[in-house]
Each structure stands twice: as C-alpha cells, then as structure tokens.
C-alpha cells in the first residue's frame, strides 16, 4: 500500500527526530575507564575526603584521582589508619567515612578498621583493590579472597566484575552504609575492571534493592503501648545509646526526657546524646559505670531502652539483671538486637528518631503526665545513690599526676570550647568517659564495641580535615598510641594540628588493673619496658613535645599546647601507675555488684 505525501513527510520528521534523539543520548553518554567512573560516583555522593594508601592493584584508580581536584586523598602510613581516620571522620560528621586500600596485605590491614566501625555501626565505604578477574582464585601476587574475609565484619560487600556496574555499585554502598542500621560497606574492584572502558550515561538518581528495605516508621500500636507504661511508671528509667547519635535524634531525647522529667543514662556509644551537666543525667552505666546509674537500671520499674543493645559491659550477668521483675520497651531500627539478650515486652522497631517523635506527639496529645508523688519518690532514692560520689578520687594527692585530674582539668579547659575528644583503648579511655562530661553529641568519638587500640590519632585526624576550626584532642596511653604512632606523619602532611593528651603509667593499665584483682597481682607482661622519649619521638615528627612529670604543670601544659593552635602537641603526663578505674563491675558479677575503690578489694 502506498503512503500519501503528507504520510511520508510525517514518517521523515519522525525518524529524523528519533535519529536526534538517539544522538543525544549518545552525547550525553561517555565512555569513561571504572576509575573514572568511581571518581565520578564518589563526586556524585559529595565526598570530600579519601584516606588511602597505594599499590599495584589500584593504580588506575590512583591515576584517576590524580586528574580530579574535588576529592582530597590523604595518604596514611598504613592501611589500618586509613579506615580509623574515616571512621573518626564518619562519627563526627555523620557523612560516609570512605577509605581506600590496594589487594592483598592492603585488604587485611584494613579488616582492624572495618570490624570496628561494624561493631559500633559506623557508615562507612571501603574500596579495595583486587588482581586482575583472570588471575582470581589462582594465588596471584597479593591476592586474598576480600569478599570471604570481611564478609562477617561488614554490612555488605560487592565484587564489581564489570566497569558498566561500578556506578550502580557505588549507588547501593553508599545507600546500605548510610540506611537502617548504619555499617561498612565493603567495594571489591579488580585492576581490569578499574581499566576496562565503559558508557557512563551519569549516576543514577536512586536505587530500588528487592531484599533490603529497612523499616523507618515504627508501630504506632506499640508505641501507644509504651506510652501507657511509661505514663504508668513509678520507678521509670531511660537507658540510650549509640542509636540516638546515629540517627541524630538528641533532640527528640532530650524533649523526650525533660516532658517526662526522668531518670536517664548513656552508655558509652551514647554519650553527649542528653547533656552530662543536667541533673536528669546520672552518668554513664555500666562495668565502669556510676552506682546512681547503675542502682537505677536494677531496681527500675519500666525501662525504656533506646538505640541500645543490653551488651555485656552494660548490664553485666544477664541472670543478676533479669531477677527484678521490669517491663521493658526497646526501640531499636535492627529487628535483631532487640531481645537478643534480654527479653523486652514492648519491641518497636523503627528509626530512633521517628519514633521518638511520635512518642512525644502522643504524650503531647494525651495531656497526660507521669505521677509526680511516685517519681519524686523515686528521684529521693537515686539521690541517696548519688550522695556516695563514687567517681570522688584522692585529689589531695600532689605528689603525683593522677591520671583524673588531667581529664578534669581538660574538661573544665574546655567546656565551653568547641572542642572534640578522640580516645583510645584502655583506663585513660574509661577515665575520659567518666570525667569529661559531654553535653553534646559526636563530640566524644571512641571504640566502643570492639575496643581497638590505636584508634586514637587517626580519629582526630579525620576529625580535624572535617573540622578545622574545632580544637580536637586525643586522650591516649603510652600502650594504645604507639598502634599508630606512624600516623605522626600524615598529621604534619596535611596539616592537621591536634593535641594528644598520653596519660602514661608505664603499663597496659586495664591489663594490669584485671592482673591486680583477678590475678593475685601477678603482672604477666603488662609493664612496658622500653618506652621511647616522646617529646624528642614527637619532635623527630616534626611536633611539639611536652613532658609533663609535676601536679602543678598540670594546667599550665594544656593551656600552652591550646595556644599553639597550627601545632600538633604530644604531651606526655608521667601519671600515677598504681591508680585503678573505679566503680568496677567483675566480669561475671551483676551490674550493682561494684567494686568502689580500693578498699573493695
């Protein structure tokens, strides 16, 4: 059948704009090598800090960073500091920390840094390289299988096969790493496919993933539940942790407990989310935890629980905790943490932040408040527990530095300082907990979960990129800061001025603490022997040293390191070797068994 005139010219128009319209979608495709595609992901999703270290197997990647001036690379002295550093940077801003690690001894370097970011669940993205996709499986040249390895201590992890997928990869790790229940997510890339050409026709927009949708919104049928035990407590507690800094809901908290004018503690994940200085605070729970909080989480008669997970270090013997009779509410975003060691009655799982917000619209509505004759009652008693000052020290003591006296000292320093406190592992890191009383949250950035020394100066070196202006402080032990001295170097190579507080007492004082009252005072390989001169170690860094022997130099050290604001300033307190971390909870004992000092021993 033959087409009219007007048919044909119709038919030409068409094809001529559909011809067009191909080229277009051409134009605005480009060919692009994975590399580059992975620079453009990282610039999509804003990042604007990668802390890495280079080899073989991620050399095109390095290349391409070095064509782009978006994305600062901060290059560590090793592997494991590169993940600390976007961990601590990830805490305190709240962004997605991303590190950067070749194959091979590149990838188990880094498995430190990635387990503790996954046990306090920290949004992190880690790109490691990978031999070539023909060599896998064959033993090549720094080979190792990064998927098997750090699949227990990640979210989730992907091998990228294909330079077409390195986008839509990116896409989903930035989403599983920042959504739900935050943790590490783990990007595998082999040298051929960070080489191989592919079409980039841009970043995509969003990302629909069939198997993974956690849940923001929690029950409202729970939640009015909850509310009609707390309204009917009379002996109420709010125990919170890490959850509330993560989903940035202190607000909610803290309308939450002053509308209801309860009892509350952090743990120490949790710390900053309700203000230390409030009287409604009775300090951190827990085995170093104080006897108010402690008191008040055994003998409570409704718990609300949010944003924690009842560990091992908070509640201790969980057969001690289970014999007073409570009821317990647990919000949680993670389905699997709530009655994962304590049984609850009232589970909601959902985003911390909105259901506190839905909770506080509920009370609003019903008018209704707690009764005040129960709940001052109630404060009567946790006053009695807190008149026995258990965190009181022998500060008549001058004759030697006692190691809470320069957390204090910091503390009183800086309370109205825009300051940040990074810690590693050990007594300096409860001692901290204790005596720097945090009144706002991701100010106090440190490995709660699996307790990983070394942390200390590449937390703050994170912290101070993301934050130049804040005065950013690393309370560590002559034990822990030795993990990551190297790290000395990066500090002076990107300027990032920090001050290190070294509370040392010659020992791996925890170790030494447990050796005295478990171990009959045998001290098996717990004193450090041939401990370096830090100020010159310090100094030969290119830094200012500090050292600090006297009581009354105390002061006048911190006030000098504050001035020198462009310097990093390791100060060495020379503290008391015999001091221990009271109150203590054994291991085994009830969280209200506490050791209060030394006479408990």
């Given at each position: 059948m033959e087409m009219t005139k007007a048919e044909i010219v119709s038919a030409a128009a068409a094809s001529s704009a559909a011809s067009q319209g191909a080229a277009s979608g051409a134009a605005s495709s480009q060919e692009l090598r994975g590399a580059e595609i992975l620079i453009k992901a990282l610039q999509a999703e804003n990042v604007k800090f990668v802390w890495g270290y280079p080899g073989g197997a991620v050399l095109h990647i390095y290349d391409a960073f070095y064509k782009q001036d978006t994305i600062q690379h901060v290059l560590v002295r090793h592997e494991q500091a590169a993940v600390h550093a976007a961990d601590g940077y990830a805490r305190a801003t709240g962004d997605v920390g991303v590190a950067l690690v070749t194959s091979g001894p590149g990838v188990t370097n880094a498995v430190t840094g990635i387990a503790t970011a996954y046990m306090d669940s920290i949004p992190m993205v880690v790109i490691t390289g990978q031999v070539p996709t023909a060599a896998i499986g064959l033993d090549a040249f720094q080979e190792c299988d990064t998927v098997g390895i750090t699949r227990p201590i990640v979210k989730h992890n992907f091998l990228v096969k294909d330079a077409r997928h390195v986008a839509e990869t990116m896409k989903k790790a930035f989403h599983i790493a920042r959504t739900g229940r935050p943790g590490p997510v783990v990007v595998d890339i082999p040298k051929d496919v960070s080489f191989n050409k592919a079409l980039y026709a841009g970043y995509p927009d969003k990302v629909e993933m069939r198997s993974y949708n956690p849940v923001r919104k929690g029950h409202g049928g729970q939640i009015r539940k909850a509310l009609q035990l707390l309204l009917a407590a009379k002996r109420p507690y709010i125990y919170t942790g890490g959850g509330v800094i993560l989903s940035n809901a202190t607000q909610e908290l803290r309308t939450l407990v002053d509308m209801l004018g309860f009892p509350c503690t952090n743990t120490l994940m949790g710390l900053g989310a309700y203000p230390a200085s409030d009287p409604k605070f009775?300090?951190?729970?827990?085995?170093?935890?104080?006897?108010?909080?402690?008191?008040?989480?055994?003998?409570?008669?409704?718990?609300?629980?949010?944003?924690?997970?009842?560990?091992?270090?908070?509640?201790?013997?969980?057969?001690h905790f289970a014999q007073n009779e409570r009821k317990i509410i647990h919000i949680d975003i993670d389905p699997s943490s709530i009655s994962k060691r304590v049984k609850v009655d009232i589970p909601i799982v959902g985003?911390?932040?909105?259901?506190?917000?839905?909770?506080?619209?509920?009370?609003?509505?019903?008018?209704?408040?707690?009764?005040?004759?129960?709940?001052?009652?109630?404060?009567?008693?946790?006053?009695?527990?807190?008149?026995?000052?258990?965190?009181?020290?022998?500060?008549?003591?001058?004759?030697?530095?006692?190691?809470?006296?320069?957390?204090?000292?910091?503390?009183?320093?800086?309370?109205?300082?825009?300051?940040?406190?990074?810690?590693?592992?050990?007594?300096?890191?409860?001692?901290?907990?204790?005596?720097?009383?945090?009144?706002?949250?991701?100010?106090?950035?440190?490995?709660?979960?699996?307790?990983?020394?070394?942390?200390g100066i590449p937390y703050a070196m994170g912290i101070k990129l993301a934050k130049p202006d804040s005065e950013v402080f690393c309370i560590t032990g002559e034990g822990s800061v030795q993990m990551c001295i190297q790290e000395l170097s990066t500090c002076l190579q990107y300027?990032?001025?920090?001050?290190?507080?070294?509370?040392?007492?010659?020992?791996?004082?925890?170790?030494?603490?447990?050796?005295?009252?478990?171990?009959?005072g045998r001290y098996s390989h717990s004193y450090m022997d041939a401990l370096p001169d830090f100020v010159k170690l310090a100094e030969a860094y290119g830094?200012?040293?500090?050292l600090i022997e006297h009581h009354r130099d105390v002061e006048p050290a911190l006030r000098e390191a504050r001035k020198l604001t462009d310097r990093t300033v390791f100060m060495d307190f020379r503290t008391d070797p015999t001091e221990n971390v009271f109150p203590m909870v054994k291991a085994g004992k009830g969280i209200t068994e506490m050791l209060l000092g030394s006479e408990d021993l």
């Open positions: 009775l300090g951190m729970l827990g085995m170093h935890g104080t006897i108010e909080a402690n008191n008040a989480m055994q003998n409570c008669d409704v718990l609300l629980a949010v944003g924690a997970r009842f560990d091992d270090r908070v509640i201790g013997n969980p057969k985003d911390v932040k909105d259901v506190l917000t839905e909770l506080i619209g509920m009370i609003r509505e019903s008018g209704t408040l707690p009764e005040a004759a129960a709940l001052a009652a109630w404060w009567e008693t946790i006053e009695t527990w807190r008149k026995r000052e258990c965190l009181r020290y022998d500060r008549a003591n001058t004759e030697v530095i006692k190691p809470q006296y320069v957390v204090e000292t910091l503390w009183n320093m800086t309370r109205d300082a825009d300051a940040y406190v990074t810690s590693d592992v050990g007594q300096h890191q409860m001692w901290a907990a204790q005596y720097y009383r945090f009144d706002q949250p991701r100010r106090w950035i440190n490995s709660g979960g699996l307790g990983t020394m070394g942390v300027n990032t001025p920090i001050k290190i507080v070294s509370l040392n007492n010659r020992y791996l004082g925890m170790v030494r603490q447990w050796q005295e009252i478990d171990y009959e830094h200012v040293g500090m």
